[in-house]
């Protein structure tokens, strides 16, 4: 399995409207080949910002890039940037292969 | 949902001995209440070390610091040290609630 997770620090005031945007979009992932599941997270504050983790599960890597080049992505990033949400900084991607599970 | 990450940055050549540490660790976990699912993930890797990360479901907040606080807990993290794994810096913690979850 392989879990995507895009960090983003979404500046102090902007938390709400950044919430908005991720529970109004129309990913169409559950039609996606290899999707398993997805997750918004709410992390940890700082004194400017506080930070959020999309968090979406894979079967492998390959299904994940195979996404990241379709139609259906281009599609779900479409809006991207038109809310107005303050950011610090680029959104950070790390990959990660799941290596032990369940206990 | 609340998910515990801890990330860790493992030195080159360390990686092997790391996921031993925890494929061989005897954490309880499953008799703990509100554990839901554990993951260790491996990251990408940079010039120096690659990035591991712990990642546990709790049913929430609440669970994870009685956990933390159990001799359960305690138990568990005996044995950390003796192996010989070279970290670059201390694990950072992250906690995140989930906040969207399916689509």
Redesign the interface.
Known sequence: MF?AMNRFKVAKGSEEEF?KV??ERD?H??EVAGFV????????EAEDHT?F?S?TIWRDRDSFDAWTKSEAFRRAHAGAGTRKVLYLGHPQF??????????
Chains 1, 2 share one sequence.
């Open positions: 879990i919430e991720w529970a990913s992932l559950d599941e997805f997750r918004l997270l709410r992390g940890p930070l983790a968090h790390e990959g990660f292969e799941v290596i032990l599970e369940g206990r």
